[in-house]
């Protein structure tokens, strides 16, 4: 069955490092990946979209890979502040569907 | 440029009682979508549409119904409550399908 992970368990890490994020997928095949940010009490707003015909997107501070191979997506977020503190969802999809699927996201802590 | 709207920000629901919750989008988009969010489960499709008079059944459409009757405006209708319906709702938009989409900023529902 079609499944996307997220690690459910939340990343602590200090501010100014680099967080990582990943996203993993079985029995899709994506047209693309998206990802998401959600603060508490808030709807997701759109951070990325990457392509299946694209290895690398860069936007300020985020970068997103995608690897069709891995079936793996890595969210990197440099020189990361408490600000960056929030849920991301990653989200694919497929070339014959109107619909996305999400994963349930990672909660990231960024501490002073 | 309001975006997504959602109401009712927050409502209380007996069991059995019908409601009635509306998205609004000034953005000009085809495809509109019904999502619930709840702990551990990530947000999973209710329903969509593709534009004005379309409605699709998305991964949990059992006791919900929808209606497009303008472009601007997707209602979700929920006809006789049940405690497992108690989520947080958001609608969201996008065109074209399968890129951004735009969310509300969520209808939080208690059904007791």
């Known amino acids: 069955s079609q499944k996307i992970e997220q690690n459910s368990e939340a990343l602590n890490i200090q501010e100014g490092k680099t967080a990582t994020l990943t996203c993993n997928y079985t029995?899709?095949?994506?047209?693309?990946l998206q990802w998401y940010r959600q603060d508490p009490g808030r709807g997701p707003v759109f951070l990325l979209l990457?392509?299946?015909?694209?290895k690398e997107k860069r936007k300020e501070r985020l970068k997103v890979t995608f690897d069709t191979t891995l079936k793996q997506s890595l969210f990197h977020i440099t020189a990361s502040q408490p600000a960056d503190s929030a849920t991301y969802l990653c989200?694919?999809?497929?070339?014959?569907?109107?619909?996305?699927?999400f994963g349930t996201g990672t909660r990231l802590q960024v501490f002073p | 440029n309001a975006g997504v709207t959602q109401t009712p920000k927050f409502r209380v629901l007996k069991t059995g009682q019908s409601m009635t919750l509306l998205c609004a989008q000034d953005?000009?988009?085809?495809?509109m979508y019904w999502y619930r969010q709840d702990p551990g489960m990530g947000l999973r499709l209710i329903h969509y549409?593709?534009?004005?008079?379309?409605?699709a059944k998305g991964e949990v459409p059992d006791g919900y119904n929808v209606s497009r009757l303008k472009k601007q405006n997707f209602l979700l209708g929920l006809e006789s409550a049940a405690p497992s319906q108690t989520s947080v709702y958001f609608c969201?938009?996008?065109?074209?399908?399968?890129?951004?989409?735009?969310f509300g900023p969520g209808t939080r529902l208690l059904v007791l």
């Open positions: 549409s593709v534009g004005e008079g379309t409605t």
């Open positions: 989200a694919l999809a497929s070339h014959n569907t109107d619909k996305l699927i």
């Open positions: 953005m000009n988009h085809e495809y």
């Open positions: 990457i392509r299946e015909n694209e």
């Open positions: 029995n899709y095949s994506p047209a693309y």
């Open positions: 969201a938009s996008s065109y074209p399908p399968r890129e951004t989409q735009y």
